[in-house]
Nanobody, 120 residues
Framework: QVQLVESGGGLVQAGGSLRLSCAASGIIFRINAMGWYRQAPGKQRELVAVIASGGSTNYADSVKGRFTISRDNAENTVYLQMNSLKPEDTAVYYC??????????????WGQGTQVTVSS
């Protein structure tokens, strides 16, 4: 069993900052990648940022230069530092993990989501 728990969401004024955290727990052999997705009302869920086991990262064009994803492998935790927030960043943010549960068994998992609201 693998669980992902997000924290750090909230209400912030445009131009402000938030730091999201996601902790993975349970039986995990190895984490292949962790990342953040977001979903605004009436829109599809979209990738925000992802970090692979080797440390390489990818970002959505809309957040490049403003958001930074990082990880603490010892604690199976991923972070998303969000700076210069804009109203269009308002969404529910979901943590995602692609893992090996055993040497050969893969799994994909999602957190429950944390609300980020940016006021203008």
């Amino acid at each position: 069993q693998v669980q992902l728990v997000e924290s750090g969401g909230g209400l912030v004024q445009a131009g402000g900052s938030l730091r999201l955290s996601c902790a993975a727990s349970g039986i995990i052999f190895r984490i292949n990648a962790m990342g953040w997705y977001r979903q605004a009302p009436g829109k599809q869920r979209e990738l925000v940022a992802v970090i692979a086991s080797g440390g390489s990262t990818n970002y959505a064009d809309s957040v490049k230069g403003r958001f930074t994803i990082s990880r603490d492998n010892a604690e199976n935790t991923v972070y998303l530092q969000m700076n210069s927030l804009k109203p269009e960043d308002t969404a529910v943010y979901y943590c995602y993990a692609d893992v090996f549960r055993t040497l050969i068994r893969k799994g994909e998992y999602w957190g429950q989501g944390t609300q980020v609201t940016v006021s203008s």
